[in-house]
């Protein structure tokens, strides 16, 4: 039984081999096909998920694989109230957005970046909203709809989400690479 598990896997890592032309610094990530986009919004094959939310997109907070425990991520820190219905999150500064031949971000992450964030989930009537012609079953199923009373801009690098009741989950999902 093992060794036929070995022999498939080292068939299957055979189109994973470092050849002549690879580079020494160059990763190589070996996927059943390619992305059918980098937006997990507009497109939810394995292959897209796979690259986007492990790849491209940062949270607020993250697991720590090692621990589980929650760890700062784009989020510098946070505090819960004692009621746990208010999550204040203090931003990283400098975070840059990404750059390419094509794009130079003029800024780095901010606020309202974050509330933009939310409120395309939230909101039916946000332009961004729909994008994917409403196939994207994450916004419907999610509850940050009706958990989440508002979201409010503290300062540049600080936001506070209200809840409408305690919610034990909020960070769990907020760290949810979905």
């Known amino acids: 039984m093992r060794l036929s598990l070995c022999i498939i896997l080292a068939l299957m890592l055979t189109g994973c081999y470092k050849n002549e032309s690879s580079k020494t610094d160059t990763l190589l990530y070996c ?3 390619s992305p059918k986009s980098f937006n997990p919004q507009i497109s939810q094959d394995i292959a897209t998920l796979d690259v986007t939310t492990h790849q491209l997109y940062n949270r607020l907070v993250k697991i720590d694989p090692t ?3 929650f760890i700062a991520d784009l989020a510098e820190d946070w505090v819960i109230s004692e009621d746990n219905t208010q999550y204040t999150f203090s931003l990283k500064k400098d975070v840059p957005f990404h750059d390419t031949e094509y794009f130079t971000p003029s800024r780095n992450l901010n606020a309202s970046d974050v509330i933009f ?4 989930i939230l909101k039916q009537s946000h332009p961004f909203h729909s994008i994917n012609n409403n196939l994207d079953v994450d916004f419907i199923n999610h509850p940050f709809a009706s958990l989440i009373d508002n979201i409010v801009k503290i300062d ?3 936001v506070q989400i209200n809840l ?5 989950t909020l960070l769990s999902n907020l760290a949810a690479p979905y």
Request: charged share 30%; aromatic share 12%.
């Open 164 to 168: 409408n009741k305690p919610d034990a």
């Open 67 to 69: 621990t589980n425990h």
């Open 117 to 120: 964030s939310f409120q395309r």
């Open 156 to 158: 540049d690098y600080t």
């Open 31 to 33: 996927l059943e096909n």
